[in-house]
């Protein structure tokens, strides 16, 4: 079974720059999460979607972050402009439970790593 | 507040030895637990979950154990392998909060061959 993809592994930037990163999720999983994971901490959910609707983006910066799932399938998450606190690997993750509220294994992606200078 | 910092707690065993993470969670409302595994550019694995109505769950090598009195959750390896080595997370997430997993600051277990 293929696992979570995501592009690009790395990208640097300068910032207020642009970047824009894809994911695949496993086939048939309804929901997909985008975290961030700043050095040395664990991953932080920025926004949670349940096929291509919106359950959870309440930790997302709205004003320079934007995500979108519009098949239900692959997602997008774009930064603009970047800030130097954005560098961070970024991880999506799917799971197959279409409850939301019923968190149950997240399949991870290998991440984004994303360098602002 | 919350706290920030570049240096994981680090726990260093002998190979063969069996390894315990600790991870205090913050939430009481918090029903579901999840341990990850994460190597060196990569995501995090999914290792072993334990729900709030059990406080011992055994997997292969691996075991969780919850105390909710005291909002703690451990990790037990038996036999630590040195593939074993990698940062591990505990992670909660609460039901009635739409299911949200929070991820604790994570472990650096490094095994000694």
């Known amino acids: 079974e293929a696992g979570v993809a995501q592009s690009p592994r790395y990208k640097i930037i300068e910032k207020r720059q642009s970047v824009a990163f894809w994911c695949n999720p496993i086939s048939g999983h309804a929901t997909l999460y985008w975290y961030q994971q700043i050095l040395g901490q664990g991953p932080k959910l920025l926004i949670q979607f349940q096929n291509n609707g919106v359950v959870d983006d309440s930790q997302l910066p709205k004003d320079r972050f934007s995500a979108e799932r519009l098949k239900g399938v692959d997602s997008t998450l774009k930064i603009q402009p970047a800030k130097l606190e954005d560098s961070a690997v970024y991880l999506c993750?799917?799971?197959?439970?279409?409850?939301?509220?019923?968190?149950?294994?997240?399949?991870f992606g290998e991440g984004s790593r994303l360098t602002v200078l | 507040g919350e706290s920030v910092g570049l240096h994981l707690p680090t726990l260093s065993v002998q190979e063969g030895d069996n390894s315990i993470i600790n991870c205090a969670y913050s939430?009481?409302?918090?029903?579901?637990f999840i341990w990850y595994k994460q190597e060196s550019g990569k995501g995090p694995q999914f290792i072993i979950d334990i729900r709030s109505n059990m406080d011992k769950r055994q997997g292969q090598r691996v075991t969780v154990l919850l105390n909710k009195t005291v909002k703690h959750l451990s990790l037990q390896i038996a036999a630590t392998q040195p593939g074993d080595s990698a940062v591990y997370f505990c992670a909660e997430s609460d039901y009635n909060q739409g299911g949200k997993l929070i991820f604790g600051q994570g472990t650096e277990l490094s095994v000694k061959p």
């Open positions: 939430n009481s409302a918090s029903d579901y």
């Open positions: 993750a799917s799971s197959l439970d279409p409850d939301p509220g019923n968190t149950g294994e997240l399949f």
